[in-house]
């Protein structure tokens, strides 16, 4: 989940897609937005690689050049620490016990695709989100993930069926 043009899509005006939930729980904006500051993105611990169209990565040290991502691409980033709970239930209350050394995958899904009577996604769109997955799955695989938390995919926010 991700937004293509954005890092964090937009948690910062309050946003509350799936996106912007984990930037608020997490370190994880440290690392992906750029208007905040250098020296506080280099005390911690992250890596970040984009991901091109074919899966490739390179290692990023600014984080503007990663927006706008590519159709098919992805930012791949490690060392996320989770430091507070959900919003619903905990009121993003801190955690006991904070997750360390959490990885993820920014991938966008379409924005308002376009959708059959049957509220499918039309073969352009479908074809083309197919191949999104089968680029984060790669991804996934290269890195040597063992174990993946998957999102509803532009199921929310961007309206895809």
Request: glycine share 8%; proline share 4%.
């Amino acid at each position: 989940m991700a937004n293509a043009f954005t890092p964090g899509g937009g948690y910062r005006k309050g946003d509350g897609a799936q996106e912007e939930n984990l930037f608020r729980r997490s370190n994880y904006c440290i690392s992906l937005d750029p208007e905040l500051d250098p020296q506080l993105q280099q005390k911690y611990d992250t890596k970040v690689y984009y991901c091109d169209d074919h899966g490739k990565r390179k290692e990023i040290r600014n984080a503007q050049s990663m927006y706008r991502m590519d159709e098919y691409g992805a930012i791949c980033t490690s060392g996320i620490t989770f430091f507070r709970d959900n919003e619903k239930e905990k009121g993003y209350s801190l955690l006991s016990k904070p997750i360390y050394n959490v990885s993820a995958i920014a991938l966008a899904a379409y924005r308002d695709p376009d959708i059959t009577k049957e509220n499918r996604l039309t073969r352009k769109f479908a074809v083309g989100t197919r191949k999104k997955i089968e680029n984060f799955f790669s991804i996934a695989l290269i890195n040597g993930y063992d174990t993946l938390v998957l999102s509803a995919l532009g199921c929310g926010a961007f309206k895809n069926p």
